[in-house]
């Protein structure tokens, strides 16, 4: 029978070991380890964006429904103030033809006017709250633009990994990783804007 071959594997492993680093082993498991950071921060910042937006969207629709209700008090205001010209004209027609008129017609323009009051109060806090929820909404769809930016950003960051991976060039990792750095700084100033 012949005798098996022995063939070194340690010396076997440590050549292929060295083939790998000298082709730029080094460098795919940077690339590698920037690339899935980026991704997860791209991930973070998108969850981020939706739910800005999903939020901006429905403070829009609440401030909407407070300019319908504001809009319908100042339709009542406005009745009110016809009802009360109404009555002051009703009041004037029983004097012209000589009658005194009853105490709640001689006071109709009054009552309305008074009643028109508390309606206009009603309707400016509809307004004022109306602006506070659009002016929310229109900050946070600038928060949203923001996180959609820093995720543009990343996702090119992971396009430059790739072709850095692919290309074996340290030059595309390096464009990977100063946009993927932008895309976090722009996560975090989205993040801690106020």
């Known amino acids: 029978m012949p005798e098996e ?16 680093e000298k082709e730029g082993g080094a460098l795919l498991r940077t690339v590698a380890l920037t690339t899935a950071l980026f991704a997860a921060v791209a991930a973070i910042g998108s969850l981020e964006a939706g ?69 206009k109060e009603d309707a400016e806090e509809l307004e004022k709250k109306r602006d506070e929820k659009a002016h929310e909404a229109d900050h946070l769809m600038h928060k949203h633009h923001f996180y959609a930016q820093a995720v543009a950003l990343l996702q090119v960051a992971i396009a430059f990994g790739a072709v850095a991976a692919l290309t074996r060039k340290r030059p595309a990792w390096i464009a990977s990783t100063v946009l993927g750095i932008a895309g976090v700084g722009v996560i975090a100033w989205a993040f801690f804007m106020h």
């Open 5 to 20: 071959i022995e063939i070194d594997t340690d010396k076997l492993h440590e050549a292929i070991h060295e083939e790998v």
């Open 51 to 119: 739910g800005t937006v999903n939020e901006a969207l429905a403070l829009k629709t609440e401030s909407t429904q407070l300019q319908a209700k504001a809009s319908d008090q100042w339709a009542y205001y406005q009745a009110k103030g016809v009802k009360a010209s109404v009555a002051e004209t009703h009041k004037d027609m029983l004097l012209a033809l000589g009658k005194t008129p009853s105490d709640e017609v001689a006071n109709g323009k009054e009552r309305y006017t008074e009643e028109q009051k508390k309606i």
